[in-house]
């Protein structure tokens, strides 16, 4: 019973956080690597436009994960199912939260404009987070190990942005974006080696169905 429960628990976790994640790793990798070099090339930049980048970036997030959700009710409707996977409601209130937070950070944007390393460092957080989870999920364990080390380092990552912001950094501006950049390029990192891992997870499974 539970060896059924955890390859049961396993599998939902494959296939809800691992795949689905990963196969659209490359969209959060661009952001990534965008916003870094955006911010490596004009420092200005980010006290001005980082904010409506990241709120653009949550907003896109948020609405990808209610279209994600409809279609999965509409496929399971033609198919007769009665409802959506219980996970897939969880993703559906993530999506609401992160709506809710967009509303209230355009409404609030003046003040909010003046703590955007703040809305980076949590972003950062929050996905180094999610960036472990889906590093368990792997097939190997060095695939584990490699994405797991890059998680930790994003999260020290956003870590450092946040200790730089309140003062306890070193260079002012300067020296906290240099740290936000190194912290997106990480992460960027990260999003390109979760694809590639499941690109090569994805090719070893279609071999196997094919024998």
Avoid at 2 to 7: K, Q, V
Avoid at 22 to 42: E, H, P, Q
Avoid at 113 to 120: K, Q, W
Wanted: aromatic share 16%; charged share 10%; proline share 1%.
């Amino acid at each position: 019973m539970l060896i059924y429960l955890y390859r049961k628990v396993g599998f939902i976790l494959y296939s809800l956080l691992f795949k689905n994640l990963t196969k659209y790793a490359l969209f959060r990798a661009s952001f990534w690597g965008v916003l870094g070099m955006i911010l490596l090339t004009l420092p200005d930049f980010y006290l001005n436009g980082m904010f409506y980048m990241i709120v653009g970036y949550m907003l896109t997030v948020g609405i990808w994960r209610i279209v994600g959700f409809a279609r999965e009710c509409a496929v399971n409707h033609i198919k007769d199912k009665k409802m959506c996977s219980p996970l897939r409601y969880f993703s559906l209130l993530v999506a609401v939260l992160l709506i809710v937070v967009v509303i209230q950070s355009i409404i609030f944007r003046h003040l909010m404009i003046r703590v955007t390393p703040v809305y980076l460092g949590g972003l950062l957080l929050l996905e180094s987070i999610l960036y472990f989870i889906i590093a368990l999920c792997a097939n190997t364990f060095m695939q584990r190990g490699l994405l797991v080390a890059f998680s930790g380092i994003v999260f020290l990552g956003g870590a450092a942005v946040l200790a730089f912001t309140f003062g306890f950094g070193i260079g002012g501006i300067m020296g906290l974006t240099k740290v936000s950049c190194a912290a997106l390029l990480f992460a960027c990192l990260y999003e390109l080696t979760a694809y590639l891992v499941y690109r090569k997870n994805a090719g070893i499974r279609s071999n196997e169905e094919d024998i």
